[in-house]
């Protein structure tokens, strides 16, 4: 059954922590938005292959897929404050490695370190997230999942000030940007180990309520399987935009790397408000029915994308990234509260799917452009909005207050 479960009270929501723990959370995707960000340069330079290219978005991905629900199953058992710090200190290692890597497989060792540190990091920081929240869940998430998303609106950014000019060894400037992880994170674990310790100690209770009716545990699994394809259909699409529709920009449109990676950066920026502005409405209007908004706009636009002339491609990639990213923190939210006695699980479950499937969709999409050409892919690619349908069969959730 979905039930609620009890935990020590506490005060207020942490306003501090939350918006720390987004500014981390933009730092550290911003580390594993050098990787894609490095896509062209690596195709030009190494002459690698989409399916190449595909591969390294998989090593990336895959690894901090699968560890993602690991760590959040371990941290529900035995929380790790001073994982986060960790985790971020083995993205400097990835980052290291990627700057100097003379070989293919040297690259892809490096991205496994990044995909190591991510996955540590995801599940602890949206665990921080929760517990400073209270009762604000939706803008905590938000605030925690916008920080992660303006870190990889910076890719095409990255690529186009910063690889273009000085090539692969550029990415040692983010050196820096790990270290200043490093020495945030560790702030905060002492602040988590400290909540750890005062929830020990109190013996007052408070109950964590769910927005959704009480289920059985076969409505459950049914209602995360729903999830966890809507989590595909939307990841799929992203990475297919973030990491391979620049070729298809200047492939169709003429333009060069610089200029189309300002297109993306306009998808992912649009998608980091979209992802803002999604958890505080959730708040208002519930879960499901943000999940439902943020399926149904982009289906016709995705669609005729591939299509239309330039200057419309530039309003639909805003109405887009803003529409399909509005959900993001809000499956988060929706699958802890599903299972709300797994916070740590359902983060790693959540988001870390996300990972992994961007990881297969990279081969897939590498492996077809490839096979059929760049064009073709994106067309194929235009229709998997269609998939995050199933979310009208999602449990409707209700507005909740917590107890204090």
């Known amino acids: 059954m979905a039930k609620a479960i009890t935990s020590p009270a506490a005060g207020n929501p942490v306003y501090p922590v939350m918006f720390a723990m987004g500014a981390c959370h933009l730092l550290n995707d911003s580390l594993q938005a050098v990787v894609p960000a490095m896509f062209p340069i690596l195709e030009a330079d190494l002459g690698l292959t989409y399916t190449q290219l595909g591969l390294i978005a998989f090593a990336l991905n895959m690894v901090a897929s699968v560890l993602q629900p690991v760590v959040g199953y ?80 910076l890719a095409p950014l990255i690529s186009a000030f910063i690889l273009v000019p000085l090539g692969q060894r550029g990415a040692a400037l983010f050196l820096f940007v790990a270290a200043i992880g490093i020495f945030i994170l560790t702030r905060i674990s002492f602040w988590y180990r400290e909540r750890l310790a005062k929830e020990k100690l109190q013996k007052g209770k408070k109950t964590i309520l769910s927005s959704l009716p009480a289920m059985t545990k076969k409505q459950v699994g049914v209602a995360l399987t729903l999830l966890l394809v809507i989590i595909f259909a939307r990841s799929f699409y992203v990475t297919n935009m973030t990491s391979f529709y620049i070729f298809h920009l200047m492939e169709s449109y003429k333009l060069t790397i610089q200029q189309g990676q300002l297109y993306i950066f306009l998808f992912l920026a649009v998608g980091a408000a979209g992802t803002f502005f999604g958890g505080p409405l959730a708040d208002k209007i519930g879960r499901k029915n943000v999940i439902v908004l943020s399926l149904l706009v982009p289906i016709p636009l995705a669609a005729v994308l591939p299509y239309v002339p330039l200057f419309a491609v530039v309003l639909l990639l805003a109405l887009i990234g803003f529409f399909i990213m509005l959900s993001f923190s809000v499956t988060v939210v929706y699958a802890q509260e599903l299972v709300p006695s797994k916070i740590g699980t359902m983060s790693g479950l959540t988001v870390g799917l996300a990972f992994g499937m961007g990881a297969i969709g990279g081969v897939v999409i590498g492996m077809l452009m490839d096979a059929i050409g760049v064009y073709e892919t994106m067309i194929i690619v235009s229709f998997l909005p269609i998939i995050g349908l199933v979310g009208l069969w999602l449990p409707q959730d209700k507005k909740i207050s917590a107890t204090h």
């Open 74 to 153: 371990i941290s529900d058992r035995k929380p790790m404050p001073f994982a986060l710090p960790l985790g971020m200190a083995s993205s400097f290692l990835g980052i290291a490695g990627l700057a100097f890597a003379p070989e293919y497989w040297l690259i892809v060792v490096s991205v496994i370190f990044l995909g190591f540190g991510s996955a540590i990091f995801h599940p602890e920081g949206s665990r921080v997230a929760f517990m400073a929240a209270e009762s604000k869940r939706g803008l905590s998430q938000s605030i925690y999942q916008v920080g992660g998303n303006s870190g990889q609106a």
